[in-house]
């Protein structure tokens, strides 16, 4: 008796001590992990926001030229501050001296997740209706793979009362190649088999989820060239407009989460933590 109640303590403390040598295994690996997805979300809020020239994630166009041109001429500044323990706000502003229009792209870097979100304001300063601005997006990005990984969509229908409402898909972006969502004309953000603004893109071992915020007609697209280069664009459907003396409006939200380690159901956990 006395031998067995030994030899179930010994099991008992062997089990244990693998499943501890297991935890600390997995804690080193995600250790690892969550600094390479902090390592990306840094960089990435570096080049595409803070940079004296940023590569910036979002577009439009006004009176019939590019965002990218009209930035190279207004004036310019940028304003960063602590909002509490875990986030940073950036606080991008450009001014057109002539039609009084001002730009605002405010951003929230996270310091506790692989995180970052932004939004884009357009605000008339001025006494006269500004310039047509048109076409805007508040996610405009380009991506470039590597010759051994391939574009890899994931992400579920929208709602259209069917069995297959939020069914997952897995979508293999190929070269030459364009996919567009929006929810159907109801105007309804989850409405329709491509009404669903959440999307996580693999890339091999590495990628990212963003969501577009917007309780509206929203749109994105994935345009992959005949090489290695995505385009991937998001914001309201239609814009076509200009603003009176004093008016503001803003872009949908985009949240964008970085991860790695080709673990997508990983990354999705992530997302939802």
Known sequence: MKKSLWFWL??????????LILMSFRNKADSVLASADM???SGWVQIHLLNKNPILPFSFIY???????????????IESKKTDQNRIQHHLIWRDGTTDL????IAIEYSDYPSVEWTVYFRNTGSNNTLVLRE????DTK???GNDEEFILHGIKGDFCTADSYEPYQLTLRPDFTKTFAPSSSGKSSD??????????????KGFIFAVGWPGQWAASFTRDSSN???IKAGQQLTNLYLKPHEEIRTPLIAMLFWQGSNVVASQNLWRR
Not at 10 to 19: E, I, N
Not at 70 to 75: D, G, L, P, T
Not at 102 to 105: A, G, L, N, Y
Request: with cysteine; glycine share 10%.
């Open 136 to 139: 805007i997006q508040g996610l």
């Open 10 to 19: 010994l099991s008992c403390c062997l089990g244990l001590l693998s499943v």
């Open 192 to 205: 329709g088999p491509n009404g669903w603004p959440y999307f996580n893109l693999q890339m091999g071992d």
């Open 143 to 145: 991506l470039q793979r």
């Open 39 to 41: 390592k990306a979300k």
């Open 102 to 105: 001002e730009v605002h792209c």
């Open 63 to 77: 009176d019939g030229k590019s965002s990218k041109e009209w930035f190279n001429k207004w004036q310019k500044k």
């Open 229 to 231: 280069l995505l385009t």
